[in-house]
C-alpha cells in the first residue's frame, strides 16, 4: 500500500532532522551571549566564551589521548567549574561522564570504576585518600588527572600523573567537536545502589538529556540568564541536568564546595541568586542558620526540592524567608525530577489543613515525560484515582533511561511491560495527582541520598554477634530519615552499640550507618518475615 502523501518525497535529511544533544546549548550560548558571566567560583569569574573554550580544550586533550565514542571517563569532583566544564567536554569526543558520587567509601567506587571501566579518571585533591584507595582495589588502572581546586584550603595530595589545568593546556580551544551520531548515543552514566547496595548503572542517552533540561526550564520557570546556586551535588542525576538546563538561558552557573548556610546566605545576596536545587535539609540549615549568617535576599529564589515532601511549618517558613519552594520527585532512572507538584493558584486560599494535604502530594508529569501512572503490577492496569488504592509508580516516556550497563535481567525487569518500574508504592488522586505512600525497595532517603537498607543489613550481618538485623528509615527533621537498626545478638555473645557502629563504619561510608542501634526481639511473621511495618513505627520512638 503507498504511503501518505505527508511521506512522498518527504525524507529526513541532514537539513532537516539532527540529533537532539544538549552539547550544542553551550556553543549558542558563547555565540549569542559570549560575554555574558556563566561560571562564578569564589573570585573566579568566566564568561561563556571562556566556558565553551574550555570545554572544548578539555574534549581535544582527551581526545588526544585516545577517548571517544562509547569510552567512560570518571570525574571525583565537587560542584566547581571542572565539573561543568566535564559535562560538555567529555561527550564532545562522544565519550560518557560518569559522575562518582563524593560520599561513597572506596569498595563501591573501585566496582565504579571497573564495572564502567573507566578510562581517564578527574579528581579532586580533596577527595585524595579514598580515590587512592579506590584505584588499589579497582581492576582497571585509568589514566588519572587531579585537580587543584584553589577555593579548596584542607589537605590532600595530587595521586595522578596529570594536572588538569596543565592537561587543558595541551587541547585546542577552537577543537571541532561533533555531535552524537544518533541521539539514543549514551552521554552519561550514573550509579544508583537499587534494592541491595550492589550498585546498577544507569545509562542516559542525549536524547533524555536534551528533553529533561528543556524540561527544567519550563517546569521551573528558569527565563532568561537566570542566576543558579548550585547546592545540589552535580553527581546526582548529572544535578538533575541543570548543568544544561541552565547553559540553555544564557544563565550563571554559581558553583559553590559546600553546602553551609553562611555561603549559602552571602552567595544569594552577593550574585542576586534566582534559582536553587536541594534536598530538604538544605532548607533546614537555612531556616535553622544563626542570625548573624542570614542576609537579606535581594528577591525571590525559586527553591526546587525533592525526596520528602517538606512539612507545611517549613514551607510557611520558607515563604517568609523569601523562598518559593517547588516541589518534585523522580529517580536516578528517569533523568532526576519528573514529576511535580504543579500548583493552583486557587490553593492559596485553602485553610492550613487542606493546604499541607495538597503539598504533600508528588503531583504530575514534566511536561517532558510520557505517561506517569499509579498501575497495579500483576495486571499493568491502573488503579482507580481515588486516593486510597495502592499501585506501584510508573514511568514512560524519551525521559527514561537507556537501561542499566551490562545487566540485562535488571532492565527487562525494570522495563516489564512497557513501562518503567520505579519500586515505589503510591495512589492517584481524582485529580490525577500521585502521591507516594512507601517505597518497595525499602530505601532510606536521607539528606537527599539513597541507603539501601540491606547494605546496612549486610553490614550487622558481618558482625559474630549478629544473629538477625533489619534497618529501617526513622523520620527526621533534620535529613528527612535516618537508618535505625533493630538487631538481635546470638546465645552468649555480647556487643555494645557503640562497637556495633564502628563494625559498620569499616564496611559503610558514614552517612550509611545507623543513628540508632536498638537491642530487641525483631518482629517476624510466622514464616519468619521480619515485619517492617511494625519496625518502622518503633522507630519513631526511638
Avoid at 548550585?230 to 541552565?246: D, E, R
Avoid at 525499602?442 to 540491606?454: A, K, M, R
Avoid at 517476624?524 to 511494625?534: H, L, M, V, Y
Wanted: aromatic letters at 8%; proline letters at 6%.
Amino acid at each position: 500500500m503507498a504511503g501518505s502523501i505527508y511521506d512522498l518525497h518527504l525524507d529526513r535529511n541532514q537539513a532537516n532532522h539532527q540529533p537532539l544533544t544538549p552539547l550544542g546549548f553551550l556553543e549558542r550560548a558563547a555565540s549569542v551571549f559570549p560575554d555574558h558571566t556563566a561560571i562564578i567560583h569564589g573570585a573566579l569569574k568566566r564568561t561563556y566564551r571562556e566556558f565553551y573554550a574550555r570545554s572544548r580544550r578539555l574534549a581535544s586533550a582527551l581526545a588526544k589521548l585516545g577517548i571517544g565514542k562509547g569510552d567512560t571517563v570518571a570525574v571525583m569532583l565537587t560542584n566547581t567549574p571542572a565539573m561543568l566544564e566535564a559535562h560538555y567536554g567529555v561527550p564532545m569526543t562522544g565519550a560518557v561522564l560518569n559522575s562518582l558520587n563524593t560520599r561513597l567509601d572506596a569498595a563501591i567506587l573501585a566496582f565504579t570504576i571497573d564495572h564502567g571501566e573507566a578510562k581517564v579518571l578527574i579528581t579532586d585533591r580533596e577527595f585524595s585518600p579514598v580515590m587512592k584507595a579506590a584505584l588499589a582495589m579497582a581492576v582497571k588502572k585509568p589514566i588519572v588527572i587531579d585537580y587543584d581546586d584553589p577555593e579548596f584550603t584542607g589537605k590532600g595530595d595530587r595521586i595522578g600523573t596529570l594536572e588538569y589545568e596543565a592537561f587543558l593546556e595541551t587541547g585546542d580551544p577552537e577543537f571541532a567537536w561533533t555531535g552524537p551520531d544518533d541521539e539514543w548515543d549514551a552521554i552519561a552514566l550514573n550509579y544508583t545502589s537499587g534494592t541491595t547496595g550492589d550498585p546498577k548503572g544507569v545509562v542516559y542517552h542525549h536524547r533524555g538529556a536534551h528533553l529533561l533540561a528543556v524540561g527544567n526550564v519550563v517546569t521551573c520557570s528558569l527565563g532568561k540568564h537566570p542566576v543558579y546556586l548550585w547546592t545540589l551535588p552535580m553527581f546526582h542525576c548529572n544535578g538533575w541536568c541543570f548543568p544544561w538546563s541552565v547553559t540553555l538561558v544564557a544563565g550563571t552557573h554559581v558553583c559553590l564546595r559546600q553546602v553551609r548556610a553562611k555561603p549559602i546566605f552571602d552567595a544569594i545576596a552577593d550574585h542576586g541568586v534566582t534559582h536553587m536545587c536541594g534536598a530538604p535539609i538544605v532548607m533546614s540549615s537555612l531556616l535553622g542558620a544563626p542570625e548573624a549568617e542570614k542576609r537579606a535576599l535581594p528577591g525571590k529564589v525559586e527553591f526546587i526540592t525533592a525526596a520528602a515532601p517538606p512539612p507545611e511549618a517549613v514551607l510557611a517558613a520558607m515563604q517568609e524567608a523569601g523562598f518559593n519552594v517547588v516541589h518534585v520527585y523522580g529517580l536516578t532512572e528517569v533523568y532526576g525530577p519528573s514529576v511535580v507538584n504543579d500548583w493552583h493558584s486557587e490553593w492559596d486560599a485553602l485553610p492550613a489543613g487542606e493546604r499541607a494535604v495538597k503539598k504533600a502530594r508528588q503531583g504530575v508529569r514534566y511536561a517532558a515525560m510520557d505517561a506517569v501512572d499509579v498501575l497495579d503490577p500483576e495486571t499493568m492496569r491502573p488503579v482507580p484515582a481515588d486516593g486510597t488504592s495502592l499501585g506501584e509508580v510508573m514511568f514512560r516516556g524519551n525521559v527514561v533511561m537507556k537501561g542499566y550497563l551490562k545487566n540485562p535481567t535488571a532492565t527487562d525487569t525494570a522495563f516489564a511491560g512497557g513501562w518503567f518500574h520505579s519500586g515505589d508504592l503510591g495512589v492517584k488522586h481524582p485529580d490525577g495527582y500521585i502521591q507516594l505512600k512507601d517505597r518497595s525497595k525499602d530505601i532510606i532517603i536521607s539528606g537527599g541520598e539513597n541507603i539501601s537498607s540491606i547494605e546496612v543489613e549486610d553490614a550487622l550481618y558481618k558482625h559474630p554477634a549478629v544473629s538477625a538485623a533489619a534497618v529501617v528509615a526513622k523520620p527526621d527533621e533534620k535529613w528527612g530519615e535516618t537508618p535505625v537498626a533493630f538487631v538481635e545478638l546470638r546465645d552468649g555473645m555480647s556487643v555494645t552499640a557503640e562497637e556495633l557502629l564502628a563494625h559498620c563504619k569499616t564496611h559503610l561510608a558514614g552517612y550509611k550507618c545507623p543513628r540508632h542501634i536498638v537491642f530487641e526481639p525483631i518482629p517476624k511473621t510466622s514464616t519468619g518475615k521480619i515485619q517492617k511495618f511494625r519496625l518502622r513505627e518503633l522507630a519513631k520512638e526511638v
